[in-house]
């Protein structure tokens, strides 16, 4: 990243070093038009701490690209090539999904970031939901059944009725 920012380019994301975990972002500084350092910004790893705080049931973890623990292997191999994966495991309730992590010059993948979600609450919702919806379209049509049938009977007695007077008068 340094050599990237001598040569001009201002880059920026995470980096995994010997504070851990950070956000940085690389400047070149120029006097005279010409590039005499850099200055580099950084966030520690306490953003992770953040993140877990504002969503609630989830997990964050950086597994490093020679990691074993992962709880999907394949889901790891697949980010550790550049491709995000997601992984439902419907059993836990829990949504798994791998990042690439890489350094801020977007060129080596440094690790995968794992964000397992405990889905259960979500879950639960949408159970409620099809059950509630379930129960209002059954009461629809019983609903829908007993306005029929008070219907047809207030069409039919005068019918009968009326087929009972003629009956009488022949």
Do not use: H
């Not at 580099?40 to 969503?55: A, E, K, R």
């Not at 099809?130 to 049509?141: D, F």
């Amino acid at each position: 990243a340094i050599q990237a920012t001598l040569a001009g380019d201002v880059l920026s994301g995470l980096e995994y070093g010997k504070s851990g975990l950070a956000i940085r972002a690389f400047a070149p500084v120029k006097a005279n038009g010409e590039i005499i350092g850099t200055l580099q910004i950084g966030v520690n790893d306490s953003f992770m701490q953040l993140l877990q705080d504002m969503l609630p049931f989830t997990q964050l973890q950086f597994l490093a690209a020679d990691s074993t623990a992962a709880q999907d292997p394949a889901a790891f191999e697949q980010a550790k090539a550049g491709e995000p994966a997601r992984v439902l495991l419907e059993e836990q309730r829990l949504l798994e999904c791998y990042l690439p992590f890489v350094d801020p010059t977007g060129e080596d993948i440094l690790g995968v970031l794992q964000l397992t979600q405990n889905i259960n609450l979500t879950q639960s919702i949408k159970d409620n939901m099809i059950l509630a919806g379930g129960i209002i379209l059954l009461l629809v049509a019983i609903g829908g059944v007993i306005v029929s049938t008070l219907f047809a009977r207030s069409l039919s007695k005068p019918i009968v009725k009326t087929a009972n007077t003629l009956q009488t008068l022949r």
